[in-house]
C-alpha cells in the first residue's frame, strides 16, 4: 500500500508541470482594431508561448461554440480586451478568471468581481496630476466632480499626488449626470483648470461636452481623461502605451497561471504613459504649452 502511493505521488510530482502548462491565456477581442492588436502584441512578447485570440461575434447567439471552448480547463485564463469583452465574459462565465485590458475607467462592480483583475486604460493620478502640470505649469485650483467622493480610489491617491506638486483639488460631488451638467459652471468659478477623472457619470459625454463648452467660453483649460478628449478640444490628457499595457496584462496573468487568485491581485494602472496636445484649443485659450512639453508628446493635435 506504502508503495502503492509512493508511486502515485511520483507520478503526479512528474506529471504536475506538464498539467499547468496545459492551461495558457486565450485573448478575447471586443472587436478587431489596432490598439487591441499591439496590446496583443505587448502580451505576446511578455508571455511567450500559445496564445489563442478571438473577436466577439457582433450577435451574441453566434458565440456558443467560443464560450463552450472559454469554458474548457485549459483555458486558465482569459484577458478580455476592451468593456464589450470584459461585461460579456463576466456574465457568461463569471467563475473564469479574467485579466481586463483597454477598458477605460471600469466600473465599480468590475473592480470588486473576484474573478476579475486588469490593467486600467488610465494613467496613475501621480502620473496624471504630473502630465497636468507639465502641459500647464501654473495650475494651482484643478476643479473635479466626481460621484463617488469618499470612495473614488483615484481621487482619494489624487489628493495625496496634488500635496506634493502644490496644487488645490476643488471637488463637488455629482451623483447624477444632470447634476454633473448643473454643476460645471459653479466649477468653473472657483478653479483655474478643469480635470476630467475615472467616473461613470462625471466622465459621461454629456458632461464632458459640458465641460468642454464652458472651458473655451471661460477661456479655462480643461485636461481631458483620454487622447479622445484631446482630439475633440481639451487641451491635453493622458495617453496610454498599449504595448505596454499588454505587457502588464501578461505579468497578471503568469501570477494567476501560477495560482494566485484574480482577487489577491491589485489592479494596476497603465505605465508608460505619455500626453496627447491640442494647439488649437492653447491658442483660443491664449496659452502657452511648454516647448519641452509639445516636444515630447505622443500626439498633437493642430
Request: charged share 15%.
Amino acid at each position: 500500500m506504502l508503495r502503492s502511493c509512493i508511486i502515485i505521488c511520483t507520478l503526479i510530482a512528474l506529471w504536475w508541470p506538464t498539467i499547468l502548462a496545459a492551461a495558457s491565456p486565450w485573448v478575447v477581442f471586443s472587436v478587431d482594431s489596432r490598439p487591441y492588436r499591439e496590446a496583443l502584441e505587448g502580451f505576446q512578447d511578455g508571455f511567450p508561448g500559445s496564445t489563442q485570440s478571438f473577436v466577439l461575434a457582433s450577435t451574441p447567439n453566434q458565440d456558443h461554440d467560443l464560450f463552450e471552448r472559454l469554458a474548457r480547463p485549459e483555458c486558465g485564463v482569459i484577458v478580455a480586451m476592451g468593456s464589450r469583452a470584459l461585461t460579456t465574459l463576466r456574465e457568461r462565465l463569471p467563475q473564469k478568471p479574467v485579466v481586463s485590458v483597454m477598458t477605460l475607467a471600469p466600473s465599480a462592480e468590475i473592480l470588486s468581481t473576484p474573478s476579475i483583475t486588469g490593467v486600467r486604460l488610465e494613467a496613475s493620478p501621480e502620473k496624471t496630476l504630473t502630465l497636468l502640470k507639465q502641459a500647464l505649469p501654473d495650475a494651482r485650483r484643478i476643479g473635479i466632480m466626481t460621484s463617488q467622493p469618499t470612495s473614488n480610489g483615484f481621487l482619494t491617491q489624487a489628493r495625496k499626488a496634488a500635496a506634493a506638486l502644490n496644487i488645490n483639488l476643488e471637488v463637488i460631488a455629482a451623483p447624477t449626470i444632470a447634476a454633473a451638467i448643473q454643476h460645471v459652471t459653479s466649477l468653473a468659478a472657483s478653479s483655474d483648470t478643469l480635470l476630467v477623472i475615472p467616473d461613470h457619470i462625471t466622465a459621461a459625454p454629456a458632461v464632458f461636452e459640458t465641460l468642454l463648452t464652458i472651458s473655451l467660453q471661460k477661456r479655462i483649460p480643461l485636461f481631458g481623461l483620454s487622447a479622445l478628449h484631446a482630439r475633440d478640444g481639451a487641451i491635453a490628457a493622458p495617453i496610454p502605451d498599449y504595448h505596454e499595457i499588454g505587457l502588464q496584462a501578461a505579468g497578471l496573468a503568469k501570477r494567476i497561471l501560477a495560482g494566485t487568485p484574480p482577487a489577491s491581485i491589485p489592479w494596476e494602472y497603465a505605465r508608460g504613459t505619455g500626453i496627447a496636445i491640442n494647439l488649437k484649443s492653447a491658442k483660443h485659450l491664449d496659452l502657452v504649452i511648454p516647448v519641452q512639453t509639445i516636444n515630447n508628446a505622443v500626439q498633437v493635435f493642430r
